[in-house]
């Protein structure tokens, strides 16, 4: 049975949450911390110039929105289910990864500001990844019937919200077109400038390989070739990019 979450003024069950989650009052609660929750949510979600957001639409966003903390390691949706609820992240980082027997491949590392559950939603499809908390992970969670509700009454909503959709599938896409073709170092080298923070990838070698859909031991082989090459500097659990101008060259890509 799903936790009890307070919102307008009654206790109402969402579908399927994790067990080991707590849901919270959002940060200096209230309806105008609330409403500054949906204002960030509207700036993360789609562009604002294509599908601008009235003042009503980001006060009933903000009114059915839970905020959600997770512990590492937590479940936050079992792989083959369909989504029960949209996931925003506030704070922390996600792991979307798929288990087909005894392989394990990760698919994505989500980011505070990115989104999640609302394609299977839409769609009614079961989810092809479970997602994991990396760290300590605040969330956002709008359950599917609020998700419902706001894109059939609220049409600025439903096109912002396509907008994102649209996006994160070109950036899909994009990642296919770089990987595709290329060598191992020119993969990695990618990965890292996309999963960077501040000049840092604060992720194991084993996410980083399983990521890329390789070996641990290859993997190593050319992180350790970067490092001699003074591109990167490695730590426990962590990459840290030290010749930001020579990783992009490794990539192939285009300087900015």
Known sequence: MGLP?????????????????????????????MIREAAWLARCVGRGEWAPLFEEDIAELGQRLASVRLEPGALVFPQGTVSEA????????LELSRRDGDTRLIVQVVHPGDVDGDISLILQMPQPYSAHAIDHVETL???AEDFEWLVATRPAVARRWLSSVAARLMAVDRRILQLAGRDLRKQLAG????????????????????LLGVRRPSLNKVLRELEREGVVGLSYRCVDIADRAALVRAAGRAAS
Do not use: C, H, M, Y
Not at 191 to 210: C, K, N, Y
């Open 5 to 33: 979450v307070r919102r307008r003024g009654k206790l109402e069950t969402p579908g399927w949450v994790p067990g080991n989650v707590r849901f919270l009052p959002l940060p200096r609660s209230g309806p105008d911390a």
């Open 86 to 93: 949209v996931w925003i992240v506030r704070a922390g980082r």
């Open 141 to 143: 969670r709008l359950s």
């Open 191 to 210: 990965l890292l400038l996309d999963e960077e923070r501040d000049d840092s990838v604060a992720l194991p070698q084993e996410s980083l390989a399983a």
